[in-house]
């Protein structure tokens, strides 16, 4: 298994080898009260996007501090392609965490909330800024858990003409509709780029809208299902995500 992985904060690598860091507040809490990592260990230190450093523990200290030694030279993760980012209508509940919890588990790069015409759910004021940090905590936490050197942006609330200008940069973009009858093509034949821009429309719990799907649609996405299924908001960007990570070639 490969070591675990923690985060500097703020989220900047010193640029150095050998010598000490120290890691604590939040961060060391949770090596020394939750990982309980002991002297000798090996451990990863990274900014979440892309640099790192290996380490071994020197000394868990209370409750909170965490002293890293032997620091390596800082690395530079490459930046995968092609990227895949996932425009997630606000689900009911807490079901908004578990799909960004299991999209970062999976690869995702980058994750825009969308306040989608018949989301149940609405971020506004205060509620949605709150909403909005759980799921920025999330992947970040997910991100860590997962091992991973990259954790995936979250972006602000978009409505939906925000999400067609998005779509319309996109190398490949994908609305997630189930209707058969509607003529779209299935996810696991559609054309992909080697690398560029992947963006997929997940709908809310009622589906996407024909008003949305023709804007959409205007601006260049596709309609394509998943399978014979219909998978749940929170479920049906994960199974997607790793669809294309593994056509693409970067789950090989």
């Known amino acids: 298994m490969t070591a675990p992985v923690f985060i500097l904060d703020p989220l900047k690598i010193p640029d150095f080898s050998g010598g000490e860091i120290v890691l604590d507040g939040p961060e060391g809490r949770h090596a020394v009260s939750v990982r309980r990592m002991r002297a000798g260990e090996d451990v990863v230190l990274t900014d979440g996007r892309g640099r790192w450093m290996e380490g071994v523990v020197k ?11 032997d620091l390596g030279s800082v690395s530079e993760e490459p930046a995968p392609q092609p990227r895949i980012t996932v425009v997630q209508a606000l689900p009911k509940g807490d079901r908004g965490e578990l799909a960004v919890e299991t ?7 980058a994750i825009v909330p969308w306040a989608a015409s018949r989301c149940i759910t609405q971020w506004k004021g205060e509620r949605g800024l709150k909403a909005l940090a759980k799921w920025r ?11 991973r050197l990259r954790f995936p942006e979250v972006a602000d609330a978009a409505t939906s003409k925000q ?5 319309a940069k996109a190398d490949f973009a994908a609305v997630l509709h189930e209707d058969r009858e ?4 299935p996810l696991a034949t559609a054309e992909l780029p080697a690398e560029g821009e992947i963006v997929l429309v997940v709908g809310p719990e009622g589906g996407v809208s024909p008003e949305e799907l023709r804007l959409f649609e205007d601006a260049g996405a ?11 908001t929170s479920t049906a960007g994960t199974a997607a995500t790793a669809l294309l990570l593994g056509r693409t070639g970067r789950w090989s």
């Open 163 to 167: 999400v067609a200008a998005l779509l």
């Open 59 to 69: 000394a868990a200290e209370g409750k909170d501090r965490l002293v890293v030694m």
């Open 182 to 185: 509607y003529g779209g093509e």
């Open 103 to 109: 999209m970062t588990e999976t690869g995702v790069d």
């Open 137 to 147: 905590s999330t992947a970040r936490e997910a991100g860590k858990q997962s091992r």
């Open 222 to 232: 596709k309609a394509c299902r998943l399978g014979r299924s219909v998978l749940r």
